[in-house]
C-alpha cells in the first residue's frame, strides 16, 4: 500500500523527471493516491519512483513529454475495475497499456495509466486448442509459452507489443494470408466496462464483434483474450536484401507474391535512400514449403540480381528469430494505406520517384508493404468490425528520426512524408489500418473502419455512454 514515505520518496525524485516534473508532482499531490493503492492487489507507482520512468515511456518517444499523473499496476480485473472506478470518482482521464506501441502515443496520458503487464499468463485448453491470454501478455510471452508447441494464431513479429492492442485492431502477421488475422482467432473476451463491471464476452455478442478489429481503448479494458490455436511444423524463412536494381527487382517481386500460395506470407520494404547508399529492397518471408521452394518464387528477382541475406528451414518458432525484430523505443511515424488492387508499375514508379525525394536528413525511411489476402479476404467486410476485406497489400510510410533532429529538419521531413502519403492515397484506393493509428490522418473515421463505422458507433454509446474510453481518434 503506498504511504507518505512513498509519496515523498517521489517527490524527492522530481529532479529525474527533467522539465515539467514539479508540475506533475505538483498535480498528482492534489489526488487520493493512497485510496487508490488500497483498493489494488497490485501497486501504485508515481512520478519519481523508482520504476515510474521506465513504467511510464511510451514505445514511439515523440509523446514522452506526456506523462501520467499516476500508474495502477494491475493484477486482475478486479484491479482494473477498480482503477476504473476511482479514476471516475476523482474525474481523472485514464488510458489502458499492454505493450505501449501505440504509434500515435494513445496509450500515454496526464491523468491514470492502467498498466496490464503483470496480467500476462498463456495457457491453453488442450482440448479444444484454445489459448487464453492475459490483457498485458506480449508477443514475447507468447513465443515463450508456444515456443516447444506445434500451435500458433497469427501473430506480430516484435517481441514487445501488447497481443490485446494487436487483436482488437485487427491484427496482421505472417499467418494471415493462411488462416486469417489475430481477431480472427479470437473466440472470447473479458472486458471491463466504463462502470467497472467485468464481462466476459462470447458467441454472437455486438461487443465482442467490435473488439474483433476497431481498435483498442474504444470499448473498455480487455483483461483477457481466448484465441482459436492452429497447427504448425516446419516452415521456410528468409531475410533478403537486394540492393542492385531495386525498381526492377520491387516490381517482380510483387508481381512473383502475387501469383504465390496463401502459404507464403511476406513483407517487402524498399528503404530510402542515405548518404551512404541507394535505396534497397529487403524482403522478409515465411513459407510452408523448402528452401528449393521460396526459390522457385523468387526466381524472377533472383534473375535481375542476387541478393544478399538469408534463407533457412526450421520448426515454427525457432524460425520466427529470422523474422522477428526488436521494436525498441525511438521516434517516428507511420501512415498507412491498404491497396486493394495491384501493385503494378504505375504504382512502383510513384514510390520510387518519392523515396529518390527523401531529404536523407533524419534517421531513415521506408515504403513498406504487407502482402494481405488469402484468408484475410474470405471473411465480408461486416463478419467482424475489421472492415479491409478486399485488399491485396498493406502499405506503410515510415519516417524515424532523432531526439536532436533540428526542428525544421524534422518539419522538412514530415511534409515529404505527408506529400509522399498523398501521392499513395490514390493509387491504393483502400482504407487505413487502424494499428498504425495516424494522428495526421483527417478521414480516419472512415479510413479505418468505412461501411462498419455507424454499427461500431452504436456499440460505443451503449458500451460507453460518458465518454470515459476517450483519445482522439476514439469511436
Not at 488442450?126 to 506445434?150: H, I, K, L, P, W
Amino acid at each position: 500500500m503506498l504511504n507518505r514515505r512513498d509519496f515523498l520518496r517521489g517527490v524527492v525524485g522530481a529532479a529525474a523527471l527533467g522539465a515539467g516534473g514539479a508540475e506533475l508532482l505538483a498535480a498528482a499531490r492534489r489526488l487520493p493516491w493512497a485510496a487508490l493503492a488500497h483498493r489494488l492487489s497490485g501497486s501504485v507507482v508515481l512520478p519519481g519512483d523508482r520504476t515510474y520512468a521506465e513504467f511510464a515511456l511510451p514505445n514511439n518517444l515523440r509523446y514522452s513529454a506526456l506523462r501520467p499523473a499516476g500508474i495502477a499496476m494491475c493484477k486482475n480485473a478486479r484491479d482494473v475495475s477498480a482503477a476504473i472506478v476511482w479514476a471516475r470518482e476523482n474525474g481523472v482521464p485514464l488510458v489502458a497499456r499492454s505493450g505501449g506501441h501505440s504509434y500515435a502515443g494513445y496509450s500515454t496520458t496526464s491523468g491514470l495509466m492502467i498498466d496490464l503487464r503483470a496480467m500476462n499468463g498463456v495457457s491453453l485448453d488442450e482440448s479444444t486448442g484454445v489459448a487464453t491470454v492475459g490483457g498485458g501478455a506480449r508477443n514475447g510471452d507468447m513465443y515463450q509459452f508456444f515456443g516447444n508447441r506445434n500451435l500458433a494464431i497469427t501473430h506480430g513479429r516484435c517481441p514487445s507489443v501488447g497481443v490485446a492492442g494487436l487483436a482488437l485492431g485487427g491484427g496482421i502477421g505472417f499467418n494471415m494470408r493462411a488462416h486469417g488475422l489475430t481477431c480472427d482467432h479470437m473466440v472470447a473476451s473479458e472486458i471491463v466496462l466504463a462502470d467497472g463491471t467485468i464481462r466476459t464476452l462470447s458467441g454472437d455478442h455486438d461487443l465482442l464483434w467490435a473488439c474483433r478489429g476497431a481498435g483498442g481503448g474504444n470499448f473498455g479494458i480487455n483483461t483477457s483474450l481466448a484465441f482459436q490455436t492452429f497447427d504448425v511444423g516446419k516452415i521456410t524463412v528468409c531475410d533478403l536484401v537486394w540492393e542492385e536494381q531495386p525498381e526492377r527487382v520491387l516490381a517482380v517481386l510483387v508481381e512473383a507474391l502475387d501469383r504465390a500460395p496463401r502459404t507464403f506470407g511476406s513483407k517487402i520494404s524498399a528503404k530510402a535512400p542515405t548518404s551512404s547508399s541507394g535505396i534497397q529492397i529487403e524482403l522478409l518471408g515465411q513459407f510452408a514449403g523448402t528452401p528449393a521452394g521460396l526459390h522457385e518464387l523468387l526466381a524472377d528477382a533472383y534473375a535481375i540480381a542476387q541478393p544478399k541475406g538469408v534463407v533457412t528451414m526450421d520448426h515454427y518458432w525457432k524460425a520466427q528469430r529470422v523474422l522477428s525484430e526488436a521494436g525498441l523505443p525511438a521516434y517516428y511515424q507511420e501512415r498507412s494505406r491498404f491497396f486493394d488492387q495491384a501493385i503494378d508499375h504505375r504504382a512502383v514508379a510513384v514510390v520510387f520517384d518519392w523515396l529518390r525525394r527523401y531529404p536523407k536528413t533524419a534517421k531513415s525511411a521506408a515504403f513498406k508493404v504487407f502482402q494481405t489476402g488469402g484468408r484475410v479476404n474470405d471473411w465480408k467486410p461486416s463478419d467482424t468490425a475489421f472492415v479491409h476485406r478486399q485488399s491485396r497489400w498493406l502499405a506503410a510510410i515510415e519516417l524515424y528520426w532523432e531526439r536532436d533532429t533540428p526542428s525544421d529538419t524534422l518539419r522538412q521531413n514530415l511534409e515529404w512524408q505527408s506529400a509522399f502519403y498523398e501521392a499513395i492515397v490514390p493509387i491504393a484506393k483502400g482504407g487505413a489500418y487502424q494499428n498504425f493509428i495516424d494522428p495526421s490522418l483527417g478521414d480516419w473515421k472512415s479510413a479505418y473502419h468505412g461501411a462498419n463505422l455507424a454499427r461500431l458507433e452504436a456499440i460505443k454509446r451503449r458500451a460507453d455512454p460518458s465518454g470515459v474510453f476517450t483519445f482522439r481518434e476514439s469511436l
